[in-house]
């Protein structure tokens, strides 16, 4: 089932000034994720029954900027979702993680410099040992291709 999208805020969790940060909830498989999207608002402001692009009331001064960072936002994520969909790793942990820019660095290419710099120190038997690992972990993983996020205790 595909991911949905809606923002609110938490009217709980208002600051001194009375204001709350506005997130974008991500659902999908009936798991939930909270995105902060940095904006603040006073509760006053924000849409009941918001139509998509206008979240926020005219009567906020700067409502247009928010509306247009809160657009972006959403389309960032409707764009992870549907990357994340063609991989068939679609979930609101994975959707969150590319939205908060967790590292797309290639995990076997940062555990193969890691062996480059044992050897550079001269430790020849940590760097058997974790070669031993790299090349065990491929075997099970079935690919070299292993990005940070898709490592968790369900791998």
């Excluded at 938490?10 to 940060?21: A, I, L, Q, S």
Aim: hydrophobic share 30%; aromatic share 12%.
């Amino acid at each position: 089932m595909p991911a949905t999208f809606k923002y609110i805020i938490r009217e709980n969790r208002k600051n001194k000034n009375g204001t709350c940060v506005i997130y974008l909830r991500i659902t999908c498989n009936r798991k939930l994720k909270y995105y902060n999207t940095g904006s603040r608002i006073e509760p006053t402001y924000f849409r009941d029954d918001p139509t998509p692009g206008y979240w926020i009331k005219k009567s906020q001064p700067n409502y247009q900027t928010i509306n247009e960072d809160l657009e972006l936002i959403l389309e960032d994520a409707k764009g992870a979702a549907r990357q994340l969909r063609r991989e068939d790793k679609e979930t609101a942990d994975n959707i969150k993680a590319r939205l908060v820019g967790a590292s797309k660095d290639d995990f076997f290419a940062f555990g193969y410099d890691h062996v480059d710099q044992l050897e550079d120190d001269n430790q020849f038997w940590l760097r058997k040992q974790t070669k031993a690992t790299l090349s065990k972990l491929a075997e099970f993983h079935g690919s070299e291709n292993l990005s940070f996020t898709e490592v968790n205790t369900s791998f």
